[in-house]
């Protein structure tokens, strides 16, 4: 069985729709794969709740435990790889990760940013988006590398951008997508180990 590890900070939200979805298409059986682990470095991050009504292991690494991103990645990675995971999906996953831990999961290791890459990396999108008058934003699935959203994109959806949005309607509207493309990119995955 392969054994997907799920990292998250906050709602959840696209860990919910890969949690979905892992169950309505029947991943255990189709694909050989599961959610082993959902791990959260805030410990009052909402979707821990979500995963352990769906019965879910959960576990929390509160990088504010740790002195330095160094000291917090390799705690990180301990916990990660008690699960034995073929695949690390980062979900709303709020940290910047060091090269060594990076370079530990590489290709295995995917990100969804809330922008249509290469355009927009790092935080604020949807109000960069808006600002320069894009017509089209977007969410994208992407190989995780050293470099902050950068990598080989895997899936990308796009919307629209509409008069009058902010970058809250701007980013519900994104998020529909993204809790689409996610689970279908993480399946191609899964599909080709
Ligand atoms: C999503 O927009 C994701 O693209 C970004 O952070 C947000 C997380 O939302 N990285 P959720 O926690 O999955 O609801």
Known sequence: MKHIVILI????????ALLHAAQRDRW???????VAAIISNRPDAKGLQTAQ?????TAVVDHKAYDGREAFDAA??????AHQP?????AGFMRILTPGFVAHYAGRLVNIHPSLLPAFPGLHTHQRAIDEGCKLAGATV??????????????????????????????????TQEHLIYP????????KM
Do not use: F, K, Y
């Open 9 to 16: 900070s906050g709602t959840g939200s696209n860990m919910a």
């Open 28 to 34: 255990a059986e189709r694909l050989g794969a599961r």
């Open 53 to 57: 009504a769906a019965g879910v292991a």
């Open 76 to 81: 990180l990675q301990a916990a990660i790889d």
């Open 86 to 90: 073929a695949l690390v999906v980062l």
């Open 142 to 175: 992407h190989q995780v590398t050293a470099e902050l959203d950068h990598g080989q994109i895997l899936a990308q959806a796009a919307v629209p951008v509409l008069p009058g949005d902010t970058a809250d309607t701007l980013a519900a509207r994104v998020l």
């Open 184 to 191: 279908r990119a993480v399946a191609d995955l899964l599909r």
